[in-house]
Every structure is written in structure tokens, then in C-alpha cells.
């Protein structure tokens, strides 16, 4: 408990210190660079900062917690820039916190202490070797980074409106059902872990038994949802709706894809699972002629 209280509190210095560093640059460039511009610059400069501490304490796991909390520092730090704060702006604030709140409170709970590498992370330093940190660098720190910052742009752009429909809160709405979506698969996931009897045994019960990944589904409705917030009543911005479709393509090509295959090395069942179970959407099981 003292080595995860420990870790906890260097992990808060360091998100305390990068968040400050992405302030001030964002101060620094202002008047230079477009306001989307002068978001992302800040971003990365605050991923470099995190990435950077990963190094010092050996583990790439201490960028974890950024993509969960990015969206929410950013549109609070507007909303505050543009003093912005009204019914139609708060309403996302808490749909949006209340995700981050969840994804946090998941890291802290898994989280033992600074030591702790995350699967994915060990398979990538195996097979990149010598060049592991750039990897680490561009693939596990500053792609996610790009990835969020494209699904939050609709929400960037909503801090900076003085018109609201109340249409808009449709997008909260599917945030806080793609939220509550993914803490009932996270529920559903550990009382299952408790109970299994073998490491092999493939999850079969609740929304696991219809959707091989229901906690992806509702990461991926809180993103569309984000874009919905701002499109449904400004569909002129029709165009941003391109991060949260990059963020869909990513859970389709590369998270399911990796975790389906890690799991298969110690799951001899899962091929079955993978052909009788629909991959995102919660939909009935397929039946086979052979069954």
C-alpha cells in the first residue's frame, strides 16, 4: 500500500507539472497560432513531459492515465479561457467527467506501483528492441494522444460557442450511455474474474455474452457522442466527426486485433468465442450448422 501511495503522488506531481507546462504554452502562443493549433501544441507538449518521466522511472505505464484525463483539463480550461459556463456547456463538462472519472478510478485500482508495465507495452519492447523508446515515444504516448485530441476537437469548438440548442444535449447523452455502458462491463468483468476457476476460462455472462468487447463499444459511443454534442444543431461542422471515426478505426484494427490474438495464447476456446459472438455491437449469438 506505501509503494502504491507513493507512486499515486509522483504520478500526481507529474500530471500537476505537465498540465502546467500545456497552460503555459498555450499563454506563449496565443496570439500566434490558431486556437485548435495552440491546443495540440500544448497536448504534445504535455505528452513529451509524461513520456519523458516514463523513462526516468522505466515504464511506459505512466502515460496511462493521460488519454482518460486530456479531454476533460482541456474543455474545463476553455470553458474557464472563454468564461463560457451555462447549462449547454456544463451539461458535456459532467457527461465527459464523469468518463474520466471512471477510466481513472479503474487505473488507481489496478495500479500497485511505479514497477507496473502494462502487457501491450512488454509485447512492443520485445518486438522493437533497440528501438523501444521511439515507439514508445510516437506508438503508446503521442498516437493516443493525436487520437483523443481529433475525437475532442467537436467539444473544443462547442467552449468557444455564445448559441446552444438544446439538441445538443442528445451528444451528453450518448456519452453518459457509452460510460455507463463500459462500468458495467467493467462490473460484469471483475465479479467474473473473482469467480473463474482457470486463468483459459473465456467470459460468457452479462454483455460479454453478446459483445466480445461491450466496454470498446462504449468507448466508442462516448466519442461519436462528443461529436454529436456539437454536429446534431451545427451540422456545418459536419467534418469533425472524422476523430471519432479514426478512433473507431484504431479499436478495429489495432486493440481488438491485439488483445483477440494475446488472448488466444492462453484461451484455447476463443476462436469459438471469436465466431459466435458479435465483436462490438450487443447482438444475439450466431449459431452454427455444427452446434
Known amino acids: 500500500m506505501k509503494k502504491k501511495v507513493i507512486g499515486l503522488a509522483c504520478l500526481l506531481l507529474i500530471y500537476l507539472i505537465a498540465i502546467s ?25 504535455a505528452t513529451i513531459f509524461v513520456w519523458a518521466n516514463g523513462l526516468i522511472f522505466k515504464t511506459a505505464s505512466v502515460y496511462d492515465p493521460y488519454w482518460s484525463i486530456q479531454t476533460f483539463v482541456i474543455y474545463l480550461g476553455l470553458l474557464i479561457y472563454f468564461n463560457n459556463f451555462n447549462l449547454f ?34 509485447m512492443l ?103 454529436l454534442v456539437l454536429l446534431i444543431s451545427n451540422i456545418s461542422y459536419w467534418y469533425f466527426i472524422f476523430g471519432a471515426i479514426i478512433n473507431l478505426i484504431m479499436f478495429l484494427v489495432i486493440s481488438i486485433p491485439m488483445e483477440e490474438r494475446h488472448m488466444k495464447e492462453y484461451k484455447p476456446d476463443m476462436d469459438k468465442y471469436i465466431k459466435s459472438t458479435s465483436m462490438l455491437l450487443i447482438l444475439p449469438k450466431k449459431r452454427h450448422n455444427n452446434e
Open 21 to 45: 507546462l500545456g497552460v503555459a504554452s498555450f499563454f506563449l502562443f496565443k496570439d500566434y497560432v490558431p486556437l485548435l493549433i495552440n491546443i495540440l501544441i500544448s497536448d504534445v507538449i
Open 89 to 122: 456547456t456544463i451539461v458535456p463538462l459532467v457527461a465527459i467527467g464523469l468518463y474520466s472519472i471512471r477510466l481513472t478510478t479503474n487505473f488507481i485500482i489496478g495500479f500497485h506501483d511505479l514497477s507496473y508495465i502494462d502487457w501491450r507495452y512488454k
Open 125 to 227: 519492447k520485445e518486438k522493437s528492441g533497440v528501438f523501444y523508446q521511439l515507439v514508445n515515444l510516437f506508438g503508446i504516448c503521442m498516437f493516443p494522444t493525436l487520437v483523443v485530441y481529433s475525437a475532442s476537437i467537436p467539444l473544443f469548438i462547442y467552449s468557444t460557442l455564445t448559441e446552444f440548442s438544446y439538441l445538443d444535449f442528445i451528444g451528453s447523452g450518448v456519452i453518459l450511455l457509452g460510460t455507463i455502458l463500459e462500468l458495467i462491463s467493467d462490473i460484469q468483468m471483475k465479479v467474473f474474474i473473482k469467480n473463474r476457476t482457470s486463468r483459459s476460462e473465456i467470459i460468457n455472462v452479462g454483455l460479454w455474452n453478446y459483445s466480445r468487447h461491450p466496454n470498446y463499444l462504449g468507448e466508442i459511443s462516448i466519442w461519436f457522442g462528443a461529436a
